[in-house]
């Protein structure tokens, strides 16, 4: 496997509390993802970063931010969760960013609002 | 980016028989993707095929793309158990942006 770890694995909170997860790589990969995945929806992509400070939108960014302050951490943050966002949410990291470089995954959070 | 459609949604096959799975696009496409989940982990990449590919083969993993079609097909054979798990595919449109479908759930029963 990749060197992805991300933290938490599991998590409970609720409606309305801040929640932050936490992306971790070892490969040096300057791309990195962030995706949620719910029943019926497929993976869909939140937001990414090509670099350290550089961050854009993905097509379901709405109510997260995220952050690079180094080139192995990516944070995804949920500034105040609602029950929409309980779903499972995958990092991924990527070595040239482009379609012809595979994507690999961490094992997921999964995090549920109450 | 654009997203693949995989169809069948689901796939139930007998230990041993040949598992395949198929995938729809819209746009054209630069190259295509396959990946596989299992149960309760990250996607793992499997293959990639360029679009001047017709065939391409990964050890029980057979790919093919019809441009033409725009479509792509993944063949499993002679599956086992361990194969079960959730299929896959992303097609590359000059975006470094991956989007996936719903993707195909197999079963194979042992």
């Known amino acids: 496997d990749a060197g992805i770890t991300q933290s938490p694995r599991h998590k409970v909170t609720e409606t309305g509390t801040p929640v932050t997860l936490r992306c971790h790589q070892t490969?040096?990969?300057?791309?990195m993802y962030w995706y949620r995945q719910d029943p019926g929806h497929g993976l869909r992509l939140i937001h990414y970063?090509?670099?350290?400070?550089?961050?854009d939108k993905g097509e379901v960014s709405d109510g997260y931010s995220v952050s690079r302050s180094k080139t192995e951490d990516f944070l995804l943050t949920l500034e105040s969760a609602t029950s929409s966002q309980t779903s499972v949410y995958f990092c991924?990291?990527?070595?040239?960013?482009?379609?012809?470089?595979?994507?690999?995954f961490g094992n997921g959070t999964r995090l549920t609002v109450t | 980016s654009q997203q693949g459609e995989e169809d069948p949604q689901a796939l139930s096959i007998q230990e041993g028989e040949n598992a395949t799975m198929n995938c729809s696009y819209k746009?054209?496409?630069?190259?295509l993707q396959w990946y596989r989940q299992n149960s309760g982990r990250g996607l793992v990449h499997l293959i990639l095929?360029?679009?001047?590919?017709r065939e391409k083969h990964s050890g029980r993993l057979r790919v093919t793309l019809d441009t033409s079609k725009k479509s792509s097909s993944l063949l499993i054979t002679a599956s086992r158990a361990a194969d079960t798990a959730s299929y896959f595919c992303?097609?590359?449109?000059?975006?470094?942006?991956?989007?996936f479908g719903k993707g195909t759930k197999l079963s194979v029963i042992p």
């Open positions: 991924a990291i990527s070595e040239t960013g482009t379609e012809n470089s595979p994507l690999h």
């Open positions: 490969e040096n990969h300057r791309y």
């Open positions: 970063s090509y670099g350290v400070k550089d961050t």
């Open positions: 746009t054209s496409i630069n190259n």
């Open positions: 095929i360029r679009s001047n590919e």
């Open positions: 992303a097609p590359g449109a000059g975006s470094y942006q991956l989007t």
